[in-house]
């Protein structure tokens, strides 16, 4: 389903209501599984996390996690530990999204996992078989934070545990901190000494969890307004002291002409018209918001030096290129001066076109929508893919816009 964008609003006012956060649902799917206790009630409806609770829920030998590469990973240690004999596939994206990292560390600890097609990428043959105990892992930590996620969630239940010492640069550090946090919240008492990670052999205590708002989902509502400039957008349910290390965007959209109020654990987004003439920002802590931050830039046209996207390259696509090339149709172009960064310094070329491919990316989709605002008639491809993280965007994006 391809969607038209035909906003033409010069001042905003109304409320916005987000996803319950995708990365909070995600882990807690696992920690109920592995603690024996109910799910939240109000887990993400998002696709990633569907995906993730049917699989921990069937006994189906074949599990299909589509474009879900969370449930990649999770899954991938969870079933080495827990889930008999499987096979873990997905969509033709996700057999070209690496695991090896993660493989290699949990043959280490005495895995069964077979690579069925090209070594170190899904499909995965997984039996599940007795760990090594008291082991210490030393791990590459600087392709994605989410191997080391999967591996602290099941350590607990290893005989002594595990100790995870972090080699290279740590990426989406935030990402770790909150899977710690969740795991003391079930009883566990993890440690985080710098690049080491201390589990101990400990039983997980089942608990009643509440999922707070998506902090990721509401950079989409901070784009819009900055672009429009004028109003104000009131969202519940997202806490200053959040699990989520998105929530610290809200220092990054001051810099883009939007402050933020704190209602109790709610927030008011204000378009202040203060605008830094250069944005400049490492992502590294924070990859997921990185594509809302360079298209906001563009279509405000303010020139950026941005860093800490090494990980954005094995995303649900490969989110530098595809934002240097949808970006060109709309007659910006973009640089890379080195790897891991990009660059604008306010270069046009002529416009190309109204048509903005997705690549099956959900992040691709609702960070170019609000380029509607600036180019009438613009066109979203397969503007459906949202539902991977969030089913009602552009209900939500309509009902402020429309």
Known sequence: MDRVIAWNKTEIEGVAVLPASKS?????????ALAGCPVPENLSDSDDTRVLREALSTSDRLVNVGHAGTAMRFLTAY??????VR???????MKQRPVQVLVDALRDLGASIDYMG???????????????GG???????????????????????LPGGLTLALEERIVSAAYIRMTASMMRLFGVDVRLEGGKIVVPEEGYIPVNLRVESDWTAASYFYEVLSIVGQGEIFISDLKKDSLQGDALQYRLWERLGVRTEWRESDVLLRASGENTGLFEADFTEMPDLALTFI??????????????LETLHIKECDRVAASICELRKLGYKLEVPVHGALCWNRERNSLISLEIDTYQDHRMAMAFAPAGLRFPGLVIRNAG?????????WEQLDKLLI
């Open 135 to 157: 082991c210490s892992l030393v791990l590459d930590a600087s392709v994605s934070s989410q191997y080391v996620s999967a591996l602290m969630m099941i350590a607990p239940l």
């Open 24 to 32: 909070i649902s995600n882990r807690a799917l696992v920690l109920c």
């Open 87 to 93: 096979e873990l596939t997905g969509s033709e994206r």
């Open 79 to 84: 079933f080495a530990l827990k889930g008999g």
């Open 295 to 308: 298209v906001a830039c563009c279509l405000k046209d303010i020139p950026f030096h941005i860093r800490g």
């Open 118 to 132: 090209e070594e170190g990428f899904p499909p995965l043959w997984i039996t599940s078989v007795p760990f090594q």
């Open 385 to 393: 893919v949202v539902s991977k993280s969030f089913p009602t965007f």
